[in-house]
């Protein structure tokens, strides 16, 4: 109606004392509505942040110094539903960066990002169960266990089941075990079995932890298991060349017999073609190892060289 707006006096000193302390005396990357800004310019600028360390510098020269804990909550609180539940194109295209923002800020605030998620379990037990949604919750709960503790017993169920169909799934599921070493004993049960490890990337994440707690000469017993299970000389190839190879600094005199061993026992792996190349640089690491003249216990082994 055109009429004018006669706000009493004291209405007046409410609106301007609103407007500044919400708005126009703080950078404007302080409010709750910098999460799109934020996906875009990390959507932008991507390809120029291939690491964790640019990526952290980024972040905290143009948002982090600026946020309140509040907004820097809500911010972490959408990444989850980005990075954990959204199966749109733009998500799908985007969630390996924004799992990296997302990992970024939750170390900032572990404590009160897992007591958001317990507080509130209809939010954040709220997760897309397949595909690079569960993959990359399985991998945030591989390196942050104790979430895994937070979650309801549904969510936790779902995920349990996920992570021990396969043993490809089990191998970095660390949140199921009470530490690193009864996991990796249960991983060993498993490949006893003759279950089989397809996926390279997460053995070698699980060497990666083994090492990081000690624990490499069961995780190298387990390549030796796998190595020496070998049905086929192509299979024996590619095994030792995930399994062995890498990790062979890592091996130990009692490893090294017990890798002889295996060896000596399975035609597959001895008689292939690729032995003569492959055993010398298990040779080399065995006499580093063993006492002198320990060749003459493997007689197939060393007619493979």
Known sequence: MEALYAPSQEQCRAHVRNALDGVLTKPAIMTRKVFDPLMEDIDTNQALLPDDASLRRFLEAKYLRNLTPPVEQ??????????????????????????????????????????????????????????????????????????????????????????????DGFLNAWFLSGNVGDHLAAIKRRVEVGEQVNSDAAYQRMMTVARDESRQAIACEIGIRL????????????????????????????RMTTLLTAIESNYETYARRRASLDHRFIRERADQLLAAGWLD????????L
């Open 227 to 254: 190595y020496g299970a070998s049905e086929h000389f192509e299979v024996a190839d590619c095994r030792f060349k995930q399994f062995i190879l890498p990790h062979l600094g890592d091996f130990d005199g009692e």
């Open 74 to 167: 809500s911010i972490i609180r959408s990444l989850w539903k980005v990075v954990f539940r959204a199966i749109d194109a733009r998500s799908e295209a985007n969630r390996a960066i924004n799992y990296r923002v997302f990992l970024l800020l939750y170390r900032r605030r572990p404590a009160e990002v897992n007591a958001a998620i317990r507080d509130d379990p209809a939010y954040y037990n709220h997760v897309t169960f397949s595909g690079t949604p569960l993959d990359r919750l399985m991998e945030f709960l591989a390196r942050h266990p104790i979430v895994f503790g937070l979650m309801s017993e549904a969510a936790a169920t779902l995920i349990r089941n996920y992570a021990t169909a396969s043993l």
């Open 297 to 304: 216990s493997y007689p197939e082994f060393g007619k493979s």
